[in-house]
């Protein structure tokens, strides 16, 4: 209510005012809308980066491939080389081997090679007349106590049972104490003992007996005997 000039009084309306009449309505809208559009509808640079990204790991697992092919192509290659190479090898042993007539070797005893342990070796009869030479293996290992090992070699000839004799001072190591065999552990040596003249059906009885002060001698595994023709 109001108190008018005149004196009356007037009353005023019991609705409240429209605060909100005059102004427009559109502006809320709009005030959304420019939200809105300042809203990201993506992330095109982050799908840009992982397209980018994708397409280095292609690039990489190609490259990566393609050296994995290339490298189980030289393998191959050298697995090739090699079993030429081991063929080659095989093949020159056979040549170089196809004059030997005898190589076998006998087992010393365990505990040690005795001075009265005699090792003998029976040679078939000659296929044919010629030269030949005969050679003494040895395989001795890290406990062998010297530098030299004597051995003597009794041979008979038959038929006609003619006995030859033949003496074989083996050095096997030097005046420093290095070994002069091949191996590591076990050390293999080969020494000539003599060329001899065989005729055709000759054949051969050969003992070999060490003569060291030693009774017992400990380190030789094994002794050898190879003949090959001339």
Known sequence: MSLQSDGNIKEQSSHPADLLANESLTRFDKSKKKRRSKEPTGTPGFSKRTRQGSGRERTAEASW????????????????????????????????????????????????????????????????????????????????????????????????????????????????????????SCFQYSFIVSDIDLRKGDSLHICVRHIMKREIMPGISDIGLKISKR
């Open 65 to 184: 491939s393609r050296k994995a092919r290339e490298g189980r192509q030289a393998m191959t290659r050298l697995r090739l080389h090699i079993l030429t190479a081991v063929a080659c090898v095989a093949m020159a042993l056979c040549s170089c081997n196809s004059d030997v007539v005898y190589d076998k070797y006998n087992h010393t005893q365990l505990t040690g090679w005795e001075k009265n342990d005699t090792l003998a070796f029976d040679v078939p009869p000659m296929k044919e007349s010629g030269r030949y030479r005969l050679e003494l293996g040895l395989r001795t290992s890290t406990s062998f106590p010297f530098t030299g090992l004597s051995l003597v070699v009794d041979r008979t000839v038959e038929p006609g049972h003619m006995l030859y004799t033949d003496t074989v001072n083996c050095r096997l190591a030097d005046d420093k104490g290095n070994v002069l065999g091949r191996g590591v």
